[in-house]
């Protein structure tokens, strides 16, 4: 079923969601690209805060099937065409991937969490999708006031619509945890994690600006120095064939970090440096002030499709440029030495990404959402 034949089926949804009676202890949870991100560190701060006990939780998700039959007390995991129901009798709402095209009636609070403080042009300021409605929520979280005008013209919201609490999956970079961090490390002196954006694009590798020669090439370099390189692979990229194993280079998927009860979040706490693109995440690493390498090989093809929300994307890219494999070797070479070439002006910027450095989001999220909807 196409977006547009959609919008005409959940146009009326609307209307009749204004005359749904709410349920004040009904919290819902939807997604539609796995449960994970901060629709799922919401909900895991819910539950270790023992909401479930004076809430009913119900989750709509594509992979219900995997939570259903372990759901802990008062929780109910659903599929996303159940979830309608559950939604329009919902006090309480949190997305990050997708969402019910529904308005929120005036009983309800809608919590867009995204995922993620854009560096790519979102929603509205893509070209052609300028006069889509993307406007199905009460509340959208925001890291600071650098983001607020951004996603307001993102999103065509208003400015009492967006909060500034952080966002929830960033917290799990806060929380100690040398159990997991040693199973990520394995005894490596560095860590190196790599996390490539999507590309649209079937791809014979996952990485830009290394083949699998190189990568061997790299692997020995990475075995002599006991350091270890992880490539996260994009839980939506296509690959067109098996992956090579090598012994200093691991390559994981979302599916792999589901089942060790790891998220992305898990590996940016263990690692030393982060390489990415043009993915939000590195705003969440600045956090942690540790270095951080762009590949920028395909900058000006992607500024032209794409498009980034600031004029200058390099003003806001602070550290290591990556154009070719070379790049990458001295850009680990100095992580291993211990060279943060582009520490100043990193701290300097994290300034104005996040007002807020600590692991309290979700906490923030509750108090904004729950208390000031019951005052």
């Not at 949804?13 to 997604?31: E, V």
């Not at 009798?89 to 095209?101: E, N, T, V, W």
């Not at 967006?162 to 040398?178: A, S």
């Not at 940016?268 to 090989?297: K, W």
Request: hydrophobic residues 35%; charged residues 30%; contains cysteine.
């Amino acid at each position: 079923m196409n977006k547009n034949v959609l919008r005409l089926f959940f146009k009326p949804l609307t209307i009749l969601n204004k005359f749904t009676a709410k349920d004040s202890r009904l919290i819902f949870f939807y997604s539609n690209l796995g449960f994970r991100d901060n629709v799922k560190a919401m909900y895991d701060y819910l539950i270790e805060e023992k909401f479930n006990m004076g809430y009913k939780f119900v989750v709509s998700i594509n992979d219900y099937e995997d939570y259903k039959d372990n759901a802990p007390e008062n929780v109910t995991f659903v599929n996303n065409k159940e979830g309608i129901k559950y939604f329009m009798k919902a006090k309480y709402a949190f997305y990050c991937f997708g969402k019910y095209p529904i308005k929120p009636s005036k009983k309800q609070k809608v919590v867009n969490l995204w995922h993620g403080m854009p560096l790519k042009k979102i929603g509205n300021m893509e070209s052609g999708l300028e006069k889509i409605d993307y406007n199905f929520f009460t509340d959208i979280v925001s890291t600071s006031e650098l983001f607020n005008p951004i996603l307001m013209k993102s999103f065509n919201c208003n400015e009492k619509q967006v909060i500034i609490t952080g966002q929830p999956r960033n917290d799990e970079m806060f929380k100690e945890n040398p159990i997991m961090d040693g199973a990520v490390r394995r005894g490596a002196d560095k860590v190196i994690l790599w996390l490539p954006t999507y590309r649209n694009e079937e791809k014979d590798f996952p990485t830009p600006v290394l083949t699998e020669r190189q990568a061997l090439e790299l692997n020995e370099m990475l075995k002599l120095r006991n350091a270890k390189l992880i490539v996260k692979i994009h839980p939506l990229q296509k690959l067109s064939g098996e992956m090579k194993k090598y012994s200093y280079i691991e390559f994981v998927t979302q599916e792999q970090l589901n089942k060790s009860e790891m998220t992305v979040y898990s590996l940016l706490r263990a690692a030393d440096a982060l390489i990415t693109d043009y993915s939000s995440v590195y705003f969440d690493f600045m956090m942690l002030d540790r270095p951080i390498g762009f590949t920028v090989d395909d900058i000006e093809e992607y500024k032209k499709n794409r498009g980034f929300v600031f004029e200058n994307p390099y003003d806001y890219m602070p550290g290591y440029k990556i154009s070719n494999y070379g790049d990458v070797l001295s850009f680990i070479e100095d992580v291993i030495e211990g060279n943060d070439r582009y520490a100043k002006e990193r701290r300097e910027l994290n300034k104005k990404i996040n007002f807020y450095n600590d692991g309290k989001s979700c906490e923030r999220v509750v108090a904004k959402v729950f208390r000031r909807h019951n005052s």
